[in-house]
Each structure stands twice: as structure tokens, then as C-alpha cells.
């Protein structure tokens, strides 16, 4: 029993190693594509499929790695598949949030100095308060 179990144990470690790299290799190439985009001044409209068809390599071996993790633990392949791009729509979901986040501020100051009005107007006093009126006698 405690053969089966540690036999169990090893196989799901390495199937779970079988996934962790190109995991590993999309995130980077996210990373290193979000860092283009950012210099190539891409906007966030166009930012997924700027990196989808940067890191397709990627994208590729790290569908195909969790295709066949899911498969080997019984799941269909539509299942698996649909699995995979929900994996993947996640990680680059995340990124274009990051990447939205980088953007925005590095314009805010730009934009916030532009619509700043100008320090040379005076403020205007606030209007006088009126004194309260008799009250009538009964």
C-alpha cells in the first residue's frame, strides 16, 4: 500500500515538472513582452494579440503540456482543451491588467500637469452669510 502511494506521489510530481516549464518559459516571454509593448508604446486594444503572436511559441508547447497533463488524469480532449485556452486567456487576461496599470501610470503626470489649471487665479471668497431674520411676535 504505502508502495502504491509513493509510487502515485512520484508520477503526479512529474507530470506536475512536465507542466512547470513551459509555464514557466509563457510567463517569461509575457514579461519580456510586456516590456516591448511598453517601449513600442502598443495600446491596451491591441495588446493580446501582441503577445499571443510574440510568445505563440510558447503559448504552443505550454497548451500542449497541459493538454497531456489533463488528459493523463482522464479528462476529455475538448475538456483539456478548453482547459488549456482558459489557462492561457487567464495568464494573458493578467498581464493586459498589469499592463493597463504600467501605462496608465507612467501617462497620469502628463495628463494630470495638462489639465492642472493655472496657479495665478485668485480664489474667490466665499459668499457672505446672511443674518438671520426677526422672528414675528404671535
Do not use: H, W
Amino acid at each position: 500500500m504505502i508502495v502504491l502511494l509513493a509510487a502515485s506521489s512520484i508520477t503526479l510530481a512529474a507530470l506536475q515538472a512536465s507542466i512547470n516549464a513551459p509555464r514557466d518559459a509563457f510567463r517569461n516571454c509575457l514579461k519580456e513582452a510586456t516590456n516591448k509593448a511598453t517601449n513600442e508604446k502598443v495600446t491596451s486594444d491591441a495588446y493580446g494579440a501582441y503577445v499571443r503572436a510574440a510568445c505563440s511559441n510558447e503559448v504552443g508547447s505550454f497548451k500542449g503540456a497541459v493538454v497531456k497533463f489533463d488528459m493523463g488524469n482522464k479528462m476529455s480532449k475538448k475538456a483539456s482543451d478548453e482547459d488549456a485556452d482558459s489557462m492561457i486567456a487567464d495568464f494573458v487576461d493578467s498581464s493586459l491588467e498589469r499592463y493597463k496599470y504600467v501605462t496608465a501610470g507612467s501617462s497620469a503626470p502628463k495628463q494630470a500637469a495638462a489639465a492642472a489649471p493655472p496657479a495665478t487665479a485668485a480664489p474667490t471668497p466665499p459668499p457672505p452669510i446672511p443674518a438671520a431674520a426677526p422672528a414675528t411676535p404671535k
